[in-house]
């Protein structure tokens, strides 16, 4: 999907006890994003190894010229806020996705019936210049409905680093 260009979305966010609509145009538009999604928050992997990694090399990010680093799942925003106070994340930016329209206009809305989940978003991260998608790694699996393993190979933040480092000596 690289190479299109994101569709307009709502996010429906808390901040500071305040409700927030931000679209799409205002995240993205003029900037350059590294966005990550995720099945949920609160989960293993996700906890773990890639919202943490993400937050770890944030200020590798901005030096390559990223405007945000946000991480998307389909949460709303009070549990997306939660997850990150509890993680103790201040750098990485929460997307809220509660409706699934963003995985869904991105093409990473995934089947997790199977694990009794629902509709959440596949892993994979991107980056995002001026509202196109340049570069996107999706976990393999999609788009069959979740494979009982829970894959973490190419989305992490070491390779889009790796990727970023690449395309802006370029």
Not at 4 to 9: C, E, F, H, I
Not at 40 to 50: E, N, V, Y
Not at 62 to 81: I, Q
Not at 122 to 144: D, F
């Amino acid at each position: 999907m690289e190479g299109t260009r994101l569709t307009d979305q709502v996010f429906y966010m808390r901040e500071d006890n305040d409700w927030v609509l931000k679209r799409t145009q205002d995240l993205f538009n003029d900037k350059d994003v590294v966005v990550f999604g995720l099945p949920g928050a609160f989960t293993p992997t996700c906890s773990a190894f890639q919202l943490p990694k993400f937050e770890e090399l944030y200020d590798n990010f901005k030096d390559l010229g990223m405007d945000e680093v946000y991480c998307t799942a389909v949460n709303d925003s009070f549990v997306m806020n939660a997850w990150f106070d509890q993680q103790g994340i201040t750098k990485v930016k929460p997307l809220p996705d509660g409706n699934a329209d963003f995985a869904r206009s991105t093409g990473m809305l995934n089947d997790f019936t199977n694990r009794g989940f629902g509709e959440r978003s596949w892993r994979y991260s991107m980056y995002v210049k001026n509202g196109e998608i340049k570069l996107r790694y999706a976990e393999w699996g999609y788009p069959e409905a979740c494979p009982i393993q829970d894959p973490f190979e190419v989305s992490g933040a070491e390779k889009m680093l790796e990727a970023l480092k690449h395309i802006k000596a370029n």
